[in-house]
């Protein structure tokens, strides 16, 4: 804001006491029956109040710096002493300034006689003005002081309020970075248990979609959120690796609606659900089984679910049993709540038909540079 737009807005707020200086002379007249001339009632009004526009500055200038404190090699004492001294100058000078802009007006108008000397209306305003400009000066000075304190409890609370974001930033990238390692060890794994059986072929296209997925997983390291769209690719890449392991012991349902396909999600959101379908529910028996993926909107919810077939949950299952569920799902239930708090849901339990539903509802955030498509296909091994 602009030295001027300020006086401005001072002098806006100083021409209310005018107004109300003014009706209240026009009113003693009134009701004394006496006579004054407008102009001398309107410009001695302003006379005395105008003179606080460039006051005011100062004053509040004086305040901050009495908030401050010292500053370096200067102390307490001095600070107080020359900030005292400095609002004794400026009532001074407001008062000196009333006194001749009042008799300047007084001789314009034909108010005050020529003869009258500023000395002669000095020692009148003296005795009539200066204890109402002191108790106005403390006034002005009470209002910086609670400009003041409410601007620095504001950017304290702003403060705040920056650094809580960071904390919750800097934990959501240390959970995402801890995932990713997790991840990777497991589909290295993988790689050596087809090359342990002597499955060299398989072996050398699951290295490949594995580069595939080191590649997005290093593109995406910064990134807090993705479409679900992207999402379901990432997983779709890791399910081909998965595929070439278990062949036709992998069965894959993906149901996935428009409006849910342009959600905003947590990075690396369905991978560690996938992956606990898959060794819990589907490698653990030798038929294999069939893992449901599907998503959908509901109103300002998206709701997503990760389904199996297999043996379901054990009784007085806990997310917290890290001997039995590892750090993927214990990860991705932390995420959640880092990212949306009270209004983000994960719950596992048994799915309608047996085995395990894995159920997350979130905050529906639309992903304006994804296009809306729908995503229901079945992928066989």
Same mark, same amino acid.
């Given at each position: 804001?602009?030295?001027?737009?300020?006086? =401005?807005?001072?002098?806006?707020?100083?021409? /209310?006491?005018?107004?109300?200086?003014?009706?209240?002379?026009?009113?003693?007249?009134?009701?004394?029956?006496?006579?004054?001339?407008?102009?001398?009632?309107?410009? %001695?009004?302003?006379?005395?109040?105008?003179?606080?526009?460039?006051?005011?500055?100062?004053?509040?200038?004086?305040?901050?710096?009495?908030?401050?404190?010292? /500053?370096?090699?200067?102390?307490?004492?001095?600070?107080?002493?020359?900030?005292?001294?400095?609002? !004794?100058?400026?009532?001074?000078?407001?008062?000196?300034?009333?006194?001749?802009?009042?008799?300047?007006?007084?001789?314009?108008?034909? %108010?005050?006689?020529?003869?009258?000397?500023?000395?002669?209306?000095?020692?009148?305003?003296?005795?009539? =003005?200066?204890?109402?400009?002191?108790?106005?000066?403390?006034?002005?000075?009470?209002?910086?002081?609670?400009?003041?304190?409410?601007?620095?409890?504001?950017?304290?609370?702003?403060?705040?309020?920056? =650094?809580?974001?960071?904390?919750?930033?800097?934990?959501?990238?240390?959970?995402?970075?801890?995932?990713?390692?997790?991840?990777?060890?497991?589909?290295?794994?993988?790689?050596?248990?087809?090359?342990?059986?002597?499955?060299?072929?398989?072996?050398?296209?699951?290295?490949?979609?594995?580069?595939?997925?080191?590649?997005?997983?290093?593109?995406?390291?910064?990134?807090?959120?993705?479409?679900?769209?992207?999402?379901?690719?990432?997983?779709?890449?890791? =399910?081909?690796?998965?595929? !070439?392991?278990?062949?036709?012991?992998?069965?894959?349902?993906?149901?996935?609606?428009?409006?849910?396909?342009?959600?905003?999600?947590?990075?690396?959101?369905?991978?560690?659900?996938?992956?606990?379908?898959?060794?819990?529910?589907?490698?653990?028996?030798?038929?294999?089984?069939?893992?449901?993926?599907?998503?959908?909107?509901?109103?300002?919810?998206?709701?997503?679910?990760?389904?199996?077939?297999?043996? *379901?949950?054990?009784?007085?299952?806990?997310?917290?049993?890290?001997?039995?569920?590892?750090?993927?799902?214990?990860?991705?239930?932390?995420?959640?709540?880092?990212?949306?708090?009270?209004? *983000?849901?994960?719950?596992?339990?048994?799915?309608?038909?047996?085995?395990?539903?894995?159920?997350?509802?979130?905050?529906?955030?639309?992903?304006?540079?994804?296009?809306?498509?729908?995503?229901?296909?079945?992928?066989?091994?």
């Amino acid at each position: 804001m602009s030295t001027i737009v300020r006086l =401005l807005i001072l002098a806006a707020i100083w021409t /209310v006491p005018v107004v109300l200086g003014t009706a209240g002379h026009f009113f003693g007249l009134m009701v004394d029956r006496g006579s004054m001339p407008a102009s001398h009632i309107v410009g %001695h009004s302003i006379a005395m109040w105008f003179v606080w526009v460039p006051a005011t500055p100062i004053i509040f200038w004086l305040q901050r710096r009495w908030t401050r404190g010292p /500053v370096a090699g200067e102390s307490a004492a001095a600070l107080r002493a020359s900030l005292v001294a400095g609002h !004794v100058l400026t009532l001074g000078g407001v008062f000196l300034l009333q006194s001749w802009a009042t008799l300047a007006v007084g001789h314009a108008t034909g %108010h005050i006689p020529l003869h009258v000397a500023w000395t002669a209306n000095l020692t009148n305003l003296i005795v009539n =003005l200066l204890l109402y400009d002191v108790f106005i000066y403390l006034g002005v000075v009470a209002v910086a002081a609670g400009i003041d304190y409410a601007r620095r409890y504001r950017d304290r609370d702003l403060r705040a309020s920056q =650094l809580e974001t960071q904390l919750e930033r800097a934990r959501m990238y240390t959970l995402q970075a801890q995932l990713q390692p997790h991840f990777l060890f497991n589909a290295l794994n993988a790689v050596a248990m087809l090359v342990r059986r002597d499955r060299k072929q398989e072996a050398i296209d699951v290295v490949v979609g594995f580069g595939e997925l080191l590649r997005y997983v290093l593109n995406e390291s910064g990134t807090l959120d993705v479409s679900l769209a992207e999402e379901l690719g990432f997983v779709r890449r890791y =399910l081909d690796i998965e595929r !070439v392991r278990l062949g036709d012991r992998l069965r894959v349902t993906i149901d996935v609606d428009q409006e849910a396909g342009r959600a905003l999600v947590p990075n690396l959101l369905l991978q560690p659900l996938v992956e606990n379908a898959l060794k819990h529910g589907i490698v653990v028996r030798p038929e294999g089984g069939a893992l449901r993926i599907a998503a959908r909107r509901m109103g300002t919810v998206l709701r997503v679910e990760v389904e199996d077939d297999g043996p *379901g949950v054990a009784p007085g299952f806990s997310l917290d049993d890290g001997a039995t569920h590892g750090i993927g799902l214990r990860n991705l239930r932390d995420r959640i709540d880092v990212f949306f708090g009270s209004a *983000g849901r994960f719950s596992i339990g048994c799915g309608l038909q047996g085995g395990t539903l894995a159920c997350i509802e979130i905050p529906y955030r639309a992903d304006r540079k994804q296009p809306a498509t729908a995503d229901r296909v079945l992928v066989a091994g």
